[in-house]
């Protein structure tokens, strides 16, 4: 069940207008009737009254000469001749002065000769109600249950009372009128809805959409948080307009919230991982070094047969393979070493070349250090490298891959990006845990030695990864303090 | 009888004497007085019959109309009028002064009937005598058939009119007792019998709304009439176009309308019932 209220305001501005419409026209034709039909009141006792006072002075020559015939002639004319559509008398009826009916233009109703109060109808009730002897002036008068008006006009001659001339006006005569003034309303009234029903249709909808966007926007809002440019908000300042901007501000601070959130869960998963890891790292490393050595002292002072001697390296190098791949986990800063200098950059140039020159990739450097930095230039140089090896690796062939390093105030500030494919979105969360690198991409423990680096140094790393622009991430590290 | 051996006379006059009745005939200014014996109002029908009377008799005829038989009998009495077309009440009262020029015949013959005419609704009244205590409508007070035979029928119950109705009146003609019958406002009333087939005729919607309850016996037609002192000349040249019209085409289309066979001659004997029923009913 559809109710008014539920319905949007695109139907209800136009609706509430359409009904004011008809209200108004509704009002209007009412007032136009009630005044018409005081007019045609008045105008109907005003043609009674004059046809009354002439008829009443030639029938007093009939009356005088009891020449019934003469008087019932005179009656008759306005009822025979006047035209059906003007204000028409219905009958006419001359009582005589003892009351007596003494000529009717309805002869059967009212027959010759009898008395007034004798007579059906409303001809009694006129008697009942009015001494008409004692009427010297016409007298309108609307019995309230009777279907027609009465116009009492008494006849003298001379000062002696002669008789009345009743005429009777039927009330139904206002009808044609009334039911021509009502169609003609209802024609203006049209006229006036075909105007103002697009006119109102429009106006509404010009209303109403900025709120129906603005509804539409709101309602987005829900398991994630719409882009600016989903909500096409009205922008004004009137009340929709503000909500509007408020609105925008609350999506900002929403979105601003949200990822927040994102990145705590995902620094806190990291973490978590890498409790994990440097747990079972410990673990593994203890067994792993004690079979390490007895690897060793059985081959400096064991005689091993030959397959013994053939097994033992192998056994060996798989061993220190697992710990290669325990230490890279177990990233650990307690490697002391020099602050960082623009020599640790050249290095790296250095390190990257044969990489360079087997993907056609170019490294453009941007910015420097000046001197010395307070940053331990061996985890420092860890982490370009990574990050560079990783960008020539994701580079276009050809393309150039871009280092930038800046030192502003307290940090040190790197930038490293490359044009190429861009990293999908799902794969950005889990960006910086181990083994999540795709197969044939390193042993995907790049990113996670990075990360675990920056983190020891204090630093914040970010990606930032479109088809547009590439993949661009940047680091950024406090210099140590007292350094 | 010797006024009808008059007429034969006159009509076989020489030519020589034609010829100087010629002389008296031109410019003769004839008056012919009409009284609503007949439907006396069809103005266009009136001036055709005045032009077909000038024509064929040579006259300069005028035609006067009134409302009353009263005044035509006065004025033609006092010579003021040469002919009037007079009910045969008012020309037997002044019999002496007037010669009875032609008489119309209607349905073949020179006399009609009085009839009595109630409300076609009205199915309870069966004779004249129900109609005590109603309302009735004579015509002309100086007409016989709608005033003079109804009195005389209640001369013969003993009773005056005053008495045996709640009310009467008078329309002043015969077509007007029809309608104030057919309307209501009378419940009865007299009217020339011929009135009433006449009207039945062309305003068929009139009379059916109204019964004839009771036809008098038959009276003379009411007759042309000629002063006593109309010339010779003039009144036969008159009677000759009367008679003469049933047999030429304009005439006969006339009578038509009037609902008349045609004229013939008359006299005082015709009347002579209508005479003594005056001097029964009043005395006089």
């Known amino acids: ?483 | 009888m010797h006024r009808r051996a008059f007429v034969l006379a006159l009509a076989a006059f020489g030519t020589s004497r034609w010829a100087r009745a010629a002389d008296v005939l031109n410019g003769f200014e004839l008056r012919i007085g009409l009284t609503p014996v007949f439907l006396d109002d069809q103005a266009a029908f009136l001036n055709r019959w005045r032009i077909y009377l000038s024509e064929r008799s040579g006259l300069r005829v005028s035609f006067v109309q009134r409302s009353s038989y009263r005044e035509i009998a006065e004025q033609i009495s006092g010579q003021a009028l040469d002919v009037a077309w007079l009910c045969g009440y008012p020309y037997v009262m002044a019999q002496e002064r007037l010669n009875v020029l032609a008489v119309p015949l209607h349905l073949g013959r020179p006399e009609y009937h009085s009839y009595l005419i109630v409300g076609a609704d009205d199915a309870a009244t069966a004779g004249f005598e129900d109609l005590a205590g109603k309302v009735f409508a004579f015509s002309d007070p100086n007409s016989f058939s709608g005033s003079l035979y109804p009195r005389f029928l209640l001369h013969r119950m003993g009773r005056s009119p005053e008495q045996f109705f709640r009310r009467s009146f008078f329309t002043w003609s015969h077509r007007k007792v029809v309608e104030a019958v057919a309307s209501g406002l009378a419940d009865g009333g007299a009217v020339a019998g011929y009135v009433w087939e006449t009207l039945a005729r062309i305003h068929p919607e009139i009379t059916v709304a109204t019964r004839v309850l009771a036809r008098s016996p038959a009276y003379g037609f009411p007759p042309f009439v000629a002063r006593a002192g109309l010339p010779r000349e003039v009144a036969m040249a008159l009677q000759q176009v009367f008679f003469g019209m049933r047999a030429d085409g304009e005439g006969a289309r006339l009578l038509e309308t009037l609902n008349l066979d045609g004229f013939v001659p008359g006299d005082f004997s015709m009347y002579q019932p209508i005479r003594d029923m005056v001097r029964m009913v009043e005395g006089r």
Not at chain 1, 88 to 101: K, N, P, S, Y
Not at chain 1, 453 to 462: A, C, R, T, W
């Open chain 1, 1 to 483: 069940m559809l109710r008014f209220k539920d319905l949007s305001f695109r139907y209800k501005i136009p609706l509430r207008a359409t009904f004011l419409v008809l209200i108004t026209a509704v009002t209007l034709t009412s007032a136009n009737v009630a005044r018409e039909y005081d007019q045609l009141r008045n105008d109907l006792f005003a043609n009674a009254e004059s046809l009354g006072s002439v008829l009443a002075l030639t029938l007093v020559t009939p009356l005088l000469h009891d020449d019934l015939w003469r008087a019932y002639e005179i009656i008759g004319m306005p009822v025979r001749h006047e035209p059906q559509a003007a204000l028409g008398a219905e009958w006419l009826l001359v009582l005589d002065g003892e009351g007596r009916v003494y000529a009717s233009t309805r002869p059967r109703e009212h027959p010759v000769g009898v008395s007034g109060s004798e007579v059906g109808g409303s001809v009694a009730r006129l008697l009942a109600d009015y001494d008409l002897p004692a009427l010297h002036a016409s007298q309108a008068v609307e019995l309230a249950d009777a279907s027609e008006f009465h116009l009492l006009m008494p006849i003298r001659f001379d000062g002696v009372y002669l008789g009345t001339l009743v005429l009777a006006y039927p009330k139904s005569i206002f009808v044609p009128r009334f039911h021509s003034i009502v169609v003609r309303g209802a024609l203006v009234t049209l006229l006036v809805l075909a105007v103002l029903l697009p006119m109102s249709w429009y106006w509404g909808r010009r209303m109403a959409d900025p709120l129906v966007q603005l509804a539409d926007c709101m309602s987005r809002v829900g398991e994630r948080i719409p882009q600016m440019s989903e909500c096409r908000l009205y922008e004004s300042r009137d009340e929709v307009g503000r909500a509007g901007t408020q609105l925008k501000l609350m999506l900002a601070a929403l979105r601003e919230k949200e990822a927040l959130e994102q990145q705590i869960i995902a620094s806190e998963r990291l973490a978590a991982i890498g409790r994990i890891t440097a747990g079972i790292a410990h673990e593994i490393n203890n067994p792993l070094g004690g079979m390490l050595n007895a690897i060793s002292t059985y081959k400096r002072h064991g005689q091993p047969e030959h397959a013994t001697a053939r097994t033992l390296p192998l056994l060996e190098r798989g061993l220190l393979q697992i710990k290669e791949t325990v230490a890279a986990l177990l990233v650990e800063a307690r490697l002391k070493s020099h602050p960082l200098t623009t020599q640790d950059l050249e290095d790296l140039n250095t390190l990257l070349q044969p990489h360079l020159s087997r993907r056609q990739v170019r490294v453009l450097w941007e910015g420097g250090i000046a001197g010395e930095l307070a940053l331990p230039s061996t985890q420092v140089r860890q982490i370009l490298l990574n990050l560079l090896l990783n960008a020539v690796q994701a580079a276009e062939a050809g393309s150039e891959v871009v280092c930038g390093i800046e030192c502003a105030g307290s940090v040190l500030r790197c930038r490293v990006s490359n044009r190429g494919e861009a990293i999908p979105a799902e794969r950005l969360n889990q960006l910086f845990e181990p083994f999540v690198g795709a197969a044939g991409e390193g042993n995907g423990l790049g990113l996670w030695v990075t990360y675990q680096l920056v983190q020891q140094l204090g630093g914040s790393i970010e990606v930032y990864s479109n088809a547009m622009e590439g993949t661009v991430v940047t680091v950024i590290l406090p210099l140590e303090e007292g350094a």
